[in-house]
């Protein structure tokens, strides 16, 4: 039996073989996506070419650890694929980020991907969203009154916090995780989540996720979105 440990490294691997030479690809964020990065790494460093954009300053720097090439969103207004993790899947492939606080650049970069492949431990895959609570990301400025319109969507909101002081992002804004009973309608959440001033994103994910590459016992499967 595989630890959760080995999942995530075996399906960041298994990740690899959906890249080819000269592609943009993007790079996610967290413990999972890590495996994927430090895989994409040994190839580069064999003389596999590619360019990059990553999804955090850590990836970023990760990344550059290896030498693995940047590109930049002028330069690449499309990226062929991204790979990144997720903190919640469920079966239509809709996901809950920003567990590791990079949400709004996450979805930046899955928006210019042409393939996002999703991957995880298989204690991520759920029937319904929401155990996990659901990070949204705030500005500083009035983060009161936008904490407040968050807590009348019958949810239970808190300002993440880091060393008693509030998390801050890569975009230096704050993050507000919101625990949901349960997330049944995540389209019609995600737009009233959006008309509240001073949001500026939150960690549903509803219809980036091409492929999942799951955990299991016995190896990763791969899972493929009949949507596209
Ligand atoms: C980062 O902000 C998140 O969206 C990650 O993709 C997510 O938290 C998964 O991280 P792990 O692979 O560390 O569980």
């Given at each position: ?207 980036f996720a091409d492929t999942v590459i799951l ?14």
């Amino acid at each position: 039996v595989l630890t959760q440990e080995e999942q995530k490294k075996m399906v960041g691997e298994k990740a690899l073989e959906f890249v080819r030479d000269g592609m943009a690809i993007g790079l996610g964020t967290g413990s999972t996506a890590r495996y994927f990065i430090e895989g994409l790494g040994r190839m580069v460093q064999e003389g596999f070419c590619c360019t990059t954009i990553a999804t955090s300053v850590a990836s970023e720097n990760l990344a550059e650890s290896y030498g693995i090439p940047k590109t930049t969103f002028t330069e690449t207004p499309q990226l062929d694929l991204v790979v990144d993790g997720a903190d919640e899947i469920d079966t239509e492939f809709t996901l809950i980020k920003g567990g590791g606080g990079a949400l709004l650049r996450e979805k930046i970069v899955a928006s210019i991907s042409k393939h996002m492949v999703v991957i995880a431990d298989s204690s991520k895959y759920v029937p319904v969203l929401g155990s996990f609570p659901l990070p949204i990301e705030i500005v500083q400025y009035g983060w009161e009154a936008s904490f407040a319109a968050i807590q009348q969507l019958s949810c239970i909101p808190i300002l993440r916090q880091r060393e008693g002081k509030p998390y801050l992002t890569d975009n230096g804004n704050f993050i507000v995780d919101a625990k949901f009973s349960a997330i049944h309608d995540p389209q019609t959440l995600e737009s009233a989540l959006r008309h509240i001033p001073g949001v500026v994103e939150c960690g549903l994910f509803i219809g980036f996720a091409d492929t999942v590459i799951l955990g299991s016992p016995d190896g990763p499967k791969v899972l493929s979105s009949n949507r596209k």
